[in-house]
């Protein structure tokens, strides 16, 4: 995706999006290395092995990354 920013917002199942960050998120993903969020939308990764083998960092609780791929798969 390269850098760049991008915030997404779900409330009462209706999504928002924008680029920038969001004033108050929850989880903040942060991608170091390879393309974990390609991967945990297509299933090739688990959050716990994009967690465990350094390609993102989170601020945030880290179980709502658990969430992230049953939301946003493809």
Do not use: C, N
């Not at 779900?10 to 924008?18: A, K, N, P, R, W």
């Not at 989880?27 to 991967?39: D, F, Q, S």
């Amino acid at each position: 995706m390269g850098d760049v920013t991008l915030h997404l917002q779900i409330i009462d199942g209706t999504l928002t999006d924008g680029i920038g960050p969001h004033p108050a998120p929850d989880l903040v993903i942060e991608r170091l290395t390879g393309h974990p969020i390609r991967e945990l939308m297509s299933g090739s990764k688990t959050p716990s092995e994009v967690l465990h083998d350094g390609s993102v960092r989170v601020e945030g609780d880290p179980a709502l990354l658990s969430r992230f791929p049953e939301m946003f798969r493809f």
